[in-house]
C-alpha cells in the first residue's frame, strides 16, 4: 500500500484528496492518505470523505498541532509519500517548508510539493537529497499547476530548449484582460479579488516575484541558473495601457538572462489571445522551432492534476506498489 | 547494442538518422542505424553519414531490392528496431507497411511508424500483435510530427477527455491562412506547392482525409472507435470567406462522433490565431478545462524529434541497452 501523508490542508491539499480517491481504481494504485497535519485543521488519522466539508470549512478536525512539532510527525510516519501543500513564505525563503520535504527525504519518504518557495530557493540541495537518500521529489504544481510546462520536455527527448516565454501568472492575466476591455487598474484588482483570482495583498502576483519564481523552477530544471537577486522584475503596478497593443506580463529566460515585465505582444502571437486567468508557456526549441502550451494555472482540481501527475510518476519510477 | 532497421528512406528517414547520429551520446544510448531498406536507394548496411547527399538526391545507394523482399529482409534482420517510414497508401488500407510492420512484430522487433494507415485501418490488430509478441510500438509521428498530441495524455493520469478539436493539416491551414490574407484558393495552392507544402496531387489535405485519418488515430488512442467509413469529411476545395470570421480545417472528435470540417472560430480563441502550416490541438479535459498546444505538424528535423521520442520510450519501457 501506498501511505500518503498530507502536510498543509488548504483547497490543494482538499483537492488532491478527493481526485486521488475518486480516480484510485481506475489508475489502478493503491494509495491512501494516511495521516494529515495542518495548523488549523490539526493531526487526522485516516481520514474519510466526511471530512471535506469542514476542512472547507475551515475547522478543526483532529488533535491540535504545534507547528514545531510537524517535523517529528514527518519523520515518526510510517507514510512512503509526504505531499507538501503549505503557503509559500518569501521572506524566510520556503521554510518552513523547506524543513519540512527535507526531513521527509532524510527518513527516506518520496516528496511531492507545490510550494514554489523551496524549490526556487534550494533547488541544487533538494536534488542532491533526492539523490542521497533515493527518494523521488515531484514539483509539477508548482508551475501552470497541472497544464504540461516544464514536463513537456519529458515527451521531447534529445530537443535543446533557447529560451522560454511564459505568461505565468493568472492573476496579473486576468488584471491586464479587464484592463485591455477598458477597467482601470485598481478596478481590475477590485474585480480579481471578488473573483477570489487575487489574495488581500496581492503584491507577490503584482510585483512579479511569483511568476519571475516560476522562471527560476523552470530554468533550474533546464540547468540554467538564475534566482531572483539576478533578475530584472518589473510588475504591473504603474502600468498604463496605450494604443491596440496587447500586454502580456511576461516571464523570459534563457541560458544567460532571466527577467519578468510586461511587453506588447504582436496580435498574431497566439499567446496575445491567452486571456483571463489562463497561464500560458512558449519554448524555443532547436527540432521543433516554437512550441506553445496554453492552459489554467490555477485552481483546486488543476493543482490536483499536478500531483496525481507526480505521484504517478514516483510510483512508476521507484516501483511503488 | 540497439541495432535499428530503416525501411523507407526519404525525408523522415534521413530526418531521423541525422537527429539519431547527433543526439545518442548525449541520451546516453547505444543505438546505430545498422540497415536502411528503401524501394529507390536499395538495400544498405552499416551506414555512415556520408550517405545523406546521396540518399537526399535519391540515387541508389545500396543492392536494389525487389519491394517483394522487404518483408524476408525485415524477417532476417538481427535489428530489435524497426522503423516504418514508407508513404502513406488510403487505397490499400495502409498497404505494404501494414505487412512490413506486422512482419516485424512477428519476428519480435520493436516498431515505430510515421505512416497514418496502418495505424489508422488496423489499430486493433496492431496493438493485439504488440501485446502478444511483447514489442513496443511508437506512432507519434503520426499526428503532428514531434509536437505532443495525444502523448501529452501521459502527463495528465487520470484525467478524462470529453473531446478534442484540432488544426491537423498543415497544408489547408497555410491556405486558408492565405485566403485570409486575400489570395484566391488556386494562388494560395500554387504557393503551397511552390514552398513544399503541398504534393502535386494535393487531394489528400484539401479534402481532409489527412486530418481524418489523424482524428481517428488520436481518437483510438483515447478508446473511441471512429473510422474513415462513420465520419463526416469536409475539405476545403470549395471554399469561399465571407465577413472577417477566420475559418480552420477543424477535426473534432469525442466519443459519440467525429467530423472534418471547415469551421468559423471565435477571434477570442486562440486556435483562430494558430497560422501558416502550423498545427494544434485543444483537449478539452475534466480536470484542466481546455488545454492547447500549438506547434509544427510536418518537417524533416520535426518528425525527426517524433521518433526519437518513440525510441526513448520504448528504450525505457523495454530495458533495451
Redesign the interface.
Known sequence: MIKIMIVGFGNVGQGFFE?LNA?RD??GIDAVVTEIVDRRRGFIRNPGPEILPDARAGRQLGVKVDPEDIPRLITESDANVVCEFTDLNIRDKGEPAFTYITTAMRSGKHVITTNKGPVAFHYDELMELSRRYNVGFGFKGTVM????SF??L??????HVEYFQGILNGTTNFILTKMHEGLSFNDALRLAQEMGYAEADPSLDIDGVDPALKAIIISRVLGWRHSLDSMEVVGIRNIEMAGNGVVKLIAYADEKRAFVKPMVLD?????????GNLNAIKFKL???????????GAGR??T??AV??DL?SIVRRYGLR
Request: avoid cysteine; proline fraction near 12%; glycine fraction near 10%.
Open positions: 481526485l480516480r481506475e489508475l499547476a497541472g497544464t504540461p514536463n513537456v519529458e515527451l521531447l527527448p534529445g530537443a496580435p498574431a502571437d497566439p499567446m496575445a489571445h491567452v486571456n532547436d527540432t521543433l522551432g516554437s512550441l506553445i502550451i496554453i492552459g489554467p482540481v488543476e490536483a492534476q496525481l501527475t504517478m
